[in-house]
């Protein structure tokens, strides 16, 4: 059974930074790929960022500049960092694991309000 576990999420005021992570029963290294996606009130799920096995990256525009995405593959954990955090980025954050299948974590509330 595949778990992704997330952490770090909270209140923070525009303009702010917070970092979410998310922690995995698999090698990372052996995953193809790892992300995050955000779900706001009444919108669809999007994409925030991609990292691949190799350590490739790939941010979304709506967070390009802004978010970056690491990893500890001792820890097989990913992180999201967030900076210059605008209200509109306040969301529930999945952790997103694709190995032989879709896998999600339960997600952690991100809010941005002052």
């Known amino acids: 059974q595949v778990q992704l576990v997330e952490s770090g999420g909270g209140l923070v005021q525009p303009g702010g930074s917070l970092n979410v992570s998310c922690t995995t029963s698999m090698n990372i290294l052996n995953v193809w790929r790892m992300g995050w996606y955000r779900q706001a009130p009444g919108k669809q799920r999007e994409l925030v960022g991609i990292?691949?096995?190799?350590?490739?990256?790939n941010i979304a525009d709506i967070a390009k500049d802004r978010f970056t995405i690491a990893r500890d593959t001792a820890k097989n954990t990913i992180y999201l960092r967030m900076n210059n955090l605008k209200p509109e980025d306040t969301a529930v954050y999945f952790c997103?694991?694709?190995?032989?299948?879709?896998?999600w974590g339960q997600g952690t509330q991100v809010t941005v309000s002052s």
């Open positions: 990292i691949t096995s190799g350590g490739t990256i």
């Open positions: 997103y694991a694709f190995d032989r299948g879709d896998h």
